[in-house]
């Protein structure tokens, strides 16, 4: 029998939640609390029920009768009203939650109602471009109240004028190709609207990371259908050099999903200078 009241706690995902959802087989309900990374999950009388919708397959060759000589099933979407606020938002839920959510079907996508919490917000303020050496190469500064208010414009003028680096290396397999490298560094702030002010009270967000672009198909997917990589990038240190972030890059462990805990396996890795 299982039990009736159940506790998870997590360790990398914060949220404050308070709501109750049905079952997906409709004989009881679920209510559930939140408060950062504890959770509860208590089995209650089916006072939300799913909403059953029967899925015809009697035109379907493959389907199996049932005993009452019907093809098909009853699928049961699950229903859920309560409040949920993780990250930058409050999500508000109201009724069936499918899975999806469609424009042009409203009626059957995802009852939920998404708000912004606009201190909790952040807004991408500078595009940084740094040359080979770790000098400033050139600023993009973004006026929008988020990324998508950028100079997308600018940023690319930019990626293709920034000097580069150029590595040739050894493919795990032992087969040549050439890295095109840049650096870039980018800065979030916090707040947005009239709460912009909060930026001044709280650290900024600055990332800085190496764009790759590779010559040819790279790892361990480049010999199946799943296809190999074409540009990537990584994150990296204030002031570590692009042959030392792409040195890394090239010989990290990386949990693959087909092909378990491997070796990036780069050899050889040498910079090369253009005249």
């Not at 009768?65 to 009203?81: E, P």
């Not at 807004?123 to 471009?129: G, K, L, N």
């Not at 916090?190 to 650290?203: A, T």
């Given at each position: 029998?299982?039990?009736?009241?159940?506790?998870?706690?997590?360790?990398?995902?914060?949220?404050?939640?308070?709501?109750?959802?049905?079952?997906?087989?409709?004989?009881?309900s679920?209510?559930?609390?939140?408060?950062?990374?504890?959770?509860?999950?208590?089995?209650v009388?089916?006072?939300?029920?799913?909403?059953?919708k029967?899925?015809?397959?009697?035109?379907?060759?493959?389907?199996?009768?049932?005993?009452?000589?019907?093809?098909?099933?009853?699928?049961?979407?699950?229903?859920?009203?309560?409040?949920?606020?993780?990250?930058?938002?409050?999500?508000?839920?109201?009724?069936?939650?499918?899975?999806?959510?469609?424009?042009g079907?409203?009626?059957?996508?995802?009852?939920?109602?998404?708000?912004?919490?606009?201190?909790?917000?952040?807004?991408?303020?500078?595009?940084?471009?740094?040359?080979?050496?770790?000098?400033?190469?050139?600023?993009?500064?973004d006026?929008?109240?988020?990324?998508?208010?950028c100079?997308?414009?600018?940023i690319?003028?930019?990626?293709?004028?920034?000097?580069?680096?150029?590595?040739?290396?050894?493919?795990?397999?032992?087969?040549?190709?050439l890295?095109?490298?840049?650096?870039?560094?980018?800065?979030?702030k916090?707040?947005?609207?009239?709460?912009?002010?909060?930026?001044?009270?709280?650290?900024p967000?600055?990332?800085?990371?190496?764009?790759?672009?590779?010559?040819?198909?790279?790892?361990?997917?480049?010999?199946?259908?799943?296809?190999?990589?074409?540009?990537t990038?990584?994150?990296?240190?204030?002031?570590?050099?692009?042959?030392?972030?792409?040195?890394?890059?090239?010989?990290?462990?990386?949990?693959?999903?087909?092909?378990?805990?491997?070796?990036?396996?780069?050899?050889?890795?040498?910079?090369?200078?253009?005249?």
């Open positions: 029998m299982s039990k009736r009241i159940e506790y998870d706690k997590s360790d990398s995902w914060s949220r404050w939640s308070i709501g109750i959802t049905s079952s997906s087989e409709g004989n009881h679920t209510f559930y609390l939140a408060l950062g990374r504890h959770s509860w999950y208590i089995k009388p089916p006072i939300v029920k799913p909403k059953e029967w899925v015809d397959l009697s035109k379907q060759d493959w389907a199996t009768v049932n005993l009452d000589g019907s093809k098909g099933y009853t699928d049961r979407i699950k229903r859920d009203y309560g409040i949920t606020i993780s990250d930058e938002y409050i999500h508000v839920h109201y009724g069936i939650q499918p899975g999806n959510w469609t424009s079907d409203p009626k059957n996508s995802d009852h939920t109602k998404l708000f912004e919490i606009p201190w909790r917000m952040t807004r991408r303020v500078r595009y940084s471009f740094y040359r080979p050496d770790g000098t400033l190469f050139t600023n993009v500064y006026i929008g109240k988020r990324s998508r208010g100079d997308f414009d600018a690319r003028e930019a990626e293709t004028a920034v000097p580069k680096s150029k590595f040739k290396f050894k493919d795990y397999d032992g087969i040549d190709n890295a095109t490298c840049y650096l870039n560094e980018m800065e979030w916090y707040g947005l609207g009239l709460w912009k002010w909060i930026g001044y009270f709280r650290n967000i600055i990332c800085r990371s190496l764009n790759i672009e590779f010559e040819k198909e790279t790892g361990r997917g480049k010999s199946d259908w799943k296809g190999g990589t074409m540009g990038s990584t994150d990296i240190k204030i002031g570590q050099s692009a042959l030392s972030a792409f040195t890394k890059y090239g010989t990290e462990e990386i949990n693959g999903k087909y092909h378990g805990v491997v070796n990036r396996g780069f050899t050889d890795i040498m910079e090369v200078y253009e005249l």
